[in-house]
């Protein structure tokens, strides 16, 4: 009677906000359970990562591999982003001689998830540069990264009458304008999520209106009215 291949099951979601909420994991935890049952197989345990995937340093990555190996179990992700973007480090893992498979391509072998991973890799590049780009086109327009000037002079104006209400809200909306095409690259670039959209901003020195940091609500508020 033939044994059940053994798995073990490796999440990964970007921010603490997600881990807790469960944002993006309930995906990827049903995505890994169906290809445990179509193959069969039996889940050893789970480990689930709180971190950017352009990081290598992952802790719970480093257990689950560990276990794979002394198990012998195949290593199992929801999908191969969800692994890393940078081919060298999926490269690396190949050269472990650790299997690991993606639910999302579950006929893929080792061979074809290195080409992936160049895929990978250079859509990596590709995020960057379209980053770049966009922040570049917005500054031609007139957006000002990095720099709250104005923006508490703005909310004093716009107390207590309603002229200075619809001042402000025009205010609001000519800002939206301008930073969108910013956010819809990151969008086109993989950044899906409010939170994700917020952090990246974040790390480029977008600003608020406000001059603040992005947070999920202030890039929903955005997308409402652009």
Same mark, same amino acid.
């Given at each position: ?124 590049? &590709?995020?960057? +540069?379209?980053? #770049? /780009?966009?922040? @570049?086109?917005? %500054?031609?327009?007139?957006?000002? $990264? !990095? ?19 619809? &001042?402000?809200? +025009?205010?609001? #909306? /000519?800002?939206? @304008?301008?930073? %969108?095409?910013?956010?819809?690259? $990151? !969008? ?39």
């Amino acid at each position: 009677m033939a044994t059940s291949p053994k798995l073990v099951a490796y999440y990964r979601v970007s921010t603490a906000r997600q881990g807790r909420s469960g944002l993006g994991l309930a995906a990827q935890e049903a995505a890994v359970k169906e290809y445990a049952n179509n193959a069969s197989g039996a889940v050893l345990a789970s480990f689930t990562e709180i971190e950017s995937g352009k990081r290598d340093d992952r802790p719970e990555l480093t257990k689950a591999l560990q276990l794979a190996d002394v198990t012998g179990a195949t290593l199992v992700i929801a999908k191969l982003d969800r692994l890393s973007r940078d081919a060298a480090f999926l490269l690396q893992l190949q050269k472990s001689g650790i299997r690991f498979a993606a639910a999302d391509i579950p006929n893929a072998d080792n061979t074809t998830i290195g080409v992936l991973a160049v895929i990978a890799q250079t859509e990596r590049e &590709a995020i960057s +540069r379209r980053t #770049k /780009e966009a922040l @570049a086109a917005a %500054k031609a327009r007139g957006v000002k $990264l !990095g720099n709250p000037n104005g923006a508490e002079a703005l909310r004093r104006a716009g107390r207590g009458n309603q002229a200075g209400t619809a &001042a402000a809200a +025009r205010k609001a #909306k /000519e800002h939206a @304008a301008k930073v %969108k095409p910013i956010v819809d690259a $990151l !969008g086109e670039s993989g950044f899906k999520t409010f939170g994700a959209i917020a952090g990246a901003l974040n790390a480029r020195g977008v600003l608020t209106l406000h001059g603040k940091s992005w947070h999920s609500s202030s890039v929903r508020n955005l997308l409402a009215r652009s």
